[in-house]
Antibody, heavy 125, light 107 residues
Framework: QVHLVQSGAEVKKPGASVKVSCKAS????????INWVRQAPGQRLEWMGW????????KYSQRFQGRVTITRDTSANITYMELSSLRSEDTAVYYC??????????????????WGKGTTVTVSS | DIQLTQSPSFLSASVGDRVTITCRAS??????LAWYQQKPGKAPKVLIY???TLLSGVPSRFSGSGSGTEFTLTISSLQPEDFATYYC?????????FGQGTKVEIK
């Protein structure tokens, strides 16, 4: 069975960094990209960025450009999301989600088909 | 960035009701749109991709339609397990934005 298992909750002070991990199992890690999505309390889902687990190339939302770094360790099937210069507004649940895909004659379609359970990051002085 | 606006943001309905949620994009996204269901304290679950293609295992009472800038998610006969928040997401361009969500509650 396909699973994404995330690291545990974190409490950080403003200005610090946090690094959240996401371990994949049950599928060929390098065949899929992994997205990072966050959700602040009572807010909508917010896409932060994506890494192609095979090639290692990344794409980030401009909103987080310069503060977020997504990396992967192919030997351990783990993806990491590091967010720096934390502020109170970064308090949220952070999810990793696999990029499912369907390549068809009408187009190449992607969707987030497997999600981790989420990691709560609290930023507070 | 492409903005997605869902309507309504909140709806109250009864078991057995037909429910329709609309998602409007600030610019065309072709049919690169997905719908997700999220229950409190849980991760989202994908229901539909390519605007109208149901994921395997998703009940057939869910359906999606639309292209370009206007999309709908319809639940033909609301079941108790369908009370949740629903989000649309565009995957036509980066950043992959989400709508603000539609919370479906029991009347």
């Amino acid at each position: 069975q396909v699973h994404l298992v995330q690291s545990g909750a974190e409490v950080k002070k403003p200005g610090a960094s946090v690094k959240v991990s996401c371990k994949a199992s049950g599928y060929t890690f390098s065949n899929y990209a992994i997205n990072w999505v966050r959700q602040a309390p009572g807010q909508r889902l917010e896409w932060m960025g994506w890494i192609n687990a095979g090639k290692g190339n990344t794409k980030y939302s401009q909103r987080f450009q310069g503060r977020v770094t997504i990396t992967r360790d192919t030997s351990a099937n783990i993806t990491y999301m590091e967010l720096s210069s934390l502020r109170s507004e970064d308090t949220a649940v952070y999810y990793c989600a696999r990029d499912g895909y369907n390549y068809g004659s009408m187009g190449d379609y992607y969707y987030m088909d497997v999600w981790g359970k989420g990691t709560t990051v609290t930023v507070s002085s | 960035d492409i903005q997605l606006t869902q309507s309504p943001s909140f709806l109250s309905a009864s078991v057995g009701d037909r429910v329709t949620i609309t998602c409007r994009a600030s610019q065309g996204v072709s049919n690169y749109l997905a719908w997700y269901q999220q229950k409190p304290g849980k991760a989202p679950k994908v229901l539909i991709y390519a605007a109208s293609t149901l994921l395997s295992g998703v009940p057939s009472r869910f359906s999606g339609s639309g292209s370009g800038t206007e999309f709908t998610l319809t639940i033909s006969s609301l079941q108790p397990e369908d009370f949740a928040t629903y989000y649309c997401q565009q995957l036509n361009s980066y950043p992959r934005t989400f709508g603000q969500g539609t919370k479906v509650e029991i009347k």
